[in-house]
């Protein structure tokens, strides 16, 4: 299938997540078609193991290779550390965007010198992440506080983001950050975003940032595209197409999630 400007954009995830990337996609390139592929049957990826992760993602990225996208933004934290590399050398014709902890962005904003990253088992523990904290961070004298968000992903899932049982474990992680003296919260997970109502509980009236790496990835995303000549010029909205490894009623779900995402962030967007 050969790609033109008026082909759809990919965007890939173990499930949930991606939505907080794609919502900002959409918002920033409306007229812009999206196929939104979720891994909803093997989700979470956060406690599997490199190789498990990268046979995953090849199977969504084959996908949508198929739908005929013209670029893929991989909107996981977990996939980008384990398998974009890879999924560069396999596909060598397609434009991918990856998703790294924005722990450079952090470090350079913070006033107290410490940076809290919140992510998965995954992301925290792996070497990619060790190398970026240390370039980005802890070479210019800024302390990183990582805490794997175990039960997190599940809980978006779920839908859970407002159940008491969520706010309790995200006091366990942001509570010693806080005590910490973190004042920059990186959402190293794109399940997180959906759980920013809550986390905002947690931080009450303590002057942290929250950064959410969604606006920064559409720019890009948006700057790729205008670089090569991709970008529609269609003046009509894009649709949106939701497809998954995870039954229809999940994919349905998934779905009306993504909408009312959007439409908390316009809200969001309105307020500010
Ligand atoms: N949204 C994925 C991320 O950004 C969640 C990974 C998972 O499924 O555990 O890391």
Known sequence: MSITQDSPIGILDSGMGGISIWAEVVRQMPFEEVVYWADSAHCPYGGRSREEITTLVRSGVSTLVEAGVKLIVVACNTAT???ISTLRAEWTEMLFVGLEPAVKPAARETRSGVVGVLGTAYTVGSEMFRQTTERYATGIGVRVIATAGNGLVEAVEKGWEDAPETERLLRDYIEPMLAEGVDELVLACTHFPLLIPAIRRVLGDRPVRIVDPAPAIARHTAELLRERGLLTDRTSLGESRFIGSGTAAETERLRKR???????????NLKH
């Open 81 to 83: 550390t384990a398998a």
């Open 258 to 268: 993504a909408e009312q995402y959007r439409k908390h962030l316009t809200e969001e």
